[in-house]
Structures are given as structure tokens and as C-alpha cells.
């Protein structure tokens, strides 16, 4: 009764980014105007510590660098101070004078096994096996070369978690019932390691967390997305082929 549920969109957390940029500097900050500028207009705030755009590959070539950060992040301010922070002290030991996409890439994969130690550490308690689970979400060969992994239709993740059964039922803490595939979907769903998604007509990814559908907090519902693991676990998830994640990780549309 005392827990007080309180979200944040991308949008904030990037005006959030640009509150402490600007203070930095020493300038008056208007939180009120920040909030009504769209994503792009609140990117020139980022030139002075950051390269505008991600010179990578894949999905990513070229892509505003605002985008790739907010696609990185699971919508937690935490997310993004992390990030952000790891790839400023790559700038400083290279002498560079701002966060290019060089610094960005080298601390992906660090950020990746931080964020699902993360979630293994808040959430065990809840699953005492978390991190078989999580684990076992990792692409099979089969998944890799179809280019298949990390996202599913609802009758392809509950096949998933099927396979990841085999080598042993799950059971909750506070229950001593084996958990059923519905109920292990919604517990990826709840912590955030799944996020719905959906692809917009102009080839733009739409991504739906928890937070905003409390309603399948029971139950694990479909109800029109596909589901895919966050961008943010994959780098631990899949260390032995990293580049091949840009080619497979879609970014986030603006929100």
C-alpha cells in the first residue's frame, strides 16, 4: 500500500538529458517549453558533448544519436545516466571533446550485462531461477541465421518458453504451483524484458511497456503486438556475434 507507481516517457527523460546538459553550462532552464519541442528540436542541445548522428551500420547507419539512446534505455532515467556516463569517460580517456559513436559501441556490451544483472538482482526474489530464463532467450543457431531472434509472435514466445522448460519447470516464490507458460510471458512482459511491439506504416518501430498495459497484470494477454526482448539485454545475451546487432535491432519511432 505505501508503493507509489510513477513512469516516465522517453520524451521526459531526454528533456531530463537536456535539463543537465544546460545547468551544466550554467543556463536558465524552462522545463515547460523543453517538454512542448519535438525530439529533433531538443537534439541541438546535445551537439555540444555529443556527434549529432550514429555513424554505425545496419538499421542504426546515420540515425540521430538522440534516437539511439532513447531505443537503448528501458525507460528508466537510471538507463540513460548509465549510458551516457560509461560512454563519457571512453570521450575523456581518448581526449575527445564529446560522446562520439566510437565511445557509444565500446560500452554497449558492459551496459547490456549491467542492465540484466540488474534485473536478476530486483527480480530474484519473485524468481528464484531469473536467470535460466533470461538466459534461455537467447537465439538458437536456427533463430540467428533466419535472422529470427529476440522478436516473436505471442505462439512463437510461448514455443520459446516451452523450449526453456525442458530442462526444468519454473515456480514462483510466493506460490508452490509449477508456473505455466502465460504466467512466465507476463513476468518477462512485468520486469521489462520483453516489450510489445509493433510496426508502424512508415517502418518505424512502436515499442509498449508494462507500465503502460497494467491491465495484463493477471494474465498474460495478446493483445496485437508481436513481443521481442529489449534492445538493452541483447549485447549479453549474444557477445559472440555484436555486430550482428545492428543489422537486427530496429530503433525506436519518436515519441
Not at 531530463?16 to 524552462?30: A, H, P, W
Request: with cysteine; aromatic share 12%.
Amino acid at each position: 500500500g505505501s508503493v507509489i507507481w510513477y513512469s516516465w516517457t522517453n520524451h521526459e527523460i531526454l528533456v531530463l538529458l537536456i535539463k543537465r546538459i544546460e545547468t551544466f553550462f550554467g543556463r536558465f532552464v524552462d522545463e515547460s517549453l523543453l517538454l512542448r519541442k519535438t525530439p529533433a528540436q531538443l537534439a541541438n542541445y546535445l551537439r555540444p558533448v555529443m556527434e549529432p548522428r550514429f555513424t554505425g551500420q545496419g538499421h542504426w547507419i546515420n540515425a540521430p544519436l538522440y534516437r539511439v539512446l532513447m531505443s537503448l534505455i528501458r525507460k528508466r532515467p537510471r538507463d540513460l545516466i548509465k549510458l551516457c556516463t560509461a560512454a563519457a569517460r571512453q570521450a575523456f580517456l581518448t581526449k575527445s571533446h564529446i560522446i562520439q559513436t566510437k565511445h557509444l559501441k565500446s560500452v554497449f556490451e558492459d551496459y547490456s550485462q549491467g542492465r540484466i544483472q540488474d534485473t536478476m538482482n530486483e527480480y530474484r526474489s519473485e524468481l528464484h531461477d531469473i536467470e535460466r530464463l533470461l538466459m534461455g532467450m537467447k537465439p538458437n543457431k536456427k533463430e540467428k541465421t533466419a535472422k529470427q531472434g529476440y522478436c516473436y509472435t505471442t505462439e512463437q514466445l510461448f514455443a520459446k518458453i516451452d523450449n526453456i522448460n525442458q530442462s526444468g519447470n519454473f515456480t514462483f516464490s510466493n506460490r508452490k504451483s509449477i508456473s505455466d507458460k502465460k504466467e512466465l510471458a507476463n513476468f518477462l512482459y512485468k520486469i521489462n524484458f520483453l516489450t510489445a511491439r509493433k510496426v508502424l506504416p512508415d517502418g518505424e518501430i512502436q515499442r509498449k511497456y508494462f507500465e503502460e498495459n497494467r491491465y495484463l497484470s493477471n494474465k498474460f494477454v495478446d493483445f496485437g503486438y508481436e513481443w521481442e526482448v529489449h534492445p538493452a539485454y541483447r549485447w549479453a545475451l549474444q557477445p559472440d556475434s555484436l555486430d550482428d546487432l545492428f543489422a537486427t535491432i530496429n530503433l525506436s519511432s519518436d515519441e
